[in-house]
């Protein structure tokens, strides 16, 4: 294995890491940041640090040009940002065209349901912190796994059905398709946050605290 193969594995692995355990991390890092701030002898050492460990990096070519790299592709988005911006001005300025987007995205949603459930809680997931995506295959997988059944009550969901996760975001559950279940609107709603045992107990039985049965790769 070349040192640019050793580098690559190496940058991979602290990728996975980092995306496994993100919110501690983030909290680690943040508890020592706050201490270290409230000490101006570590800050000033930390500081020093630092700056000699970034002027180190700056020798090494690899790491300028990834910096760079990096700092175009920041520019490159922000640019982007700007564009659209000017476009959604744009279109706010002229009614017309207003309700034309208003329209085109509406009609959007209808056609792609499955996208749009796939939106909606790839974005929950990322403001509770959690992990994992699943894709509108796995959607059909699971649907095809459960017979088209709603996982908790039975009730056939073959024309109407919602995406449920087993472990609820809120009570640290993932967004991996090995969290998720296809459910009826009535139990998905009755649900919530609740934990499958927890939802068992509320419903007096009537829905029972089922375990998973199948299972999807996370990779």
Not at 5 to 20: C, F
Not at 95 to 106: C, F, I, Q
Not at 120 to 137: I, L
């Amino acid at each position: 294995m070349t040192d640019e193969e050793r580098a690559a594995r190496t940058r991979e692995y602290n990728r996975r890491y980092y995306a496994k355990h993100r919110a501690k991390l983030i909290a680690d890092a943040q508890a020592q940041y706050a201490l270290i701030r409230s000490d101006p002898t570590l800050y000033g050492e930390w500081l020093a640090r630092n700056r000699r460990a970034h002027a180190k990096r700056m020798t090494k070519p690899d790491f300028v040009k990834r910096k760079r790299e990096a700092g175009r592709r920041t520019d490159v988005k922000r640019d982007r940002l700007k564009r659209n911006a000017d476009q959604v001005r744009r279109r706010n300025e002229n009614p017309a065209l207003a309700a034309l987007t208003r329209e085109r995205n509406s009609r959007w949603q209808k056609d792609h349901p499955d996208a749009v459930r796939r939106r909606r809680h790839k974005r929950r997931a990322r403001k509770k912190n959690a992990e994992g995506s699943f894709s509108s295959a796995d959607i059909a997988a699971i649907l095809t796994a459960q017979k088209s059944k709603c996982f908790w009550c039975e009730v056939d969901v073959t024309q109407a059905y919602h995406v449920d996760h087993y472990v609820p975001l809120a009570r640290g559950g993932s967004n991996w398709p090995s969290n998720i279940v296809i459910a009826c609107a009535k139990c998905n709603h009755r649900k919530r946050d609740k934990l499958p045992l927890e939802f068992s107990r509320n419903t007096g039985g009537e829905v029972g605290a089922k375990n998973r049965w199948y299972s999807f790769s996370q990779d």
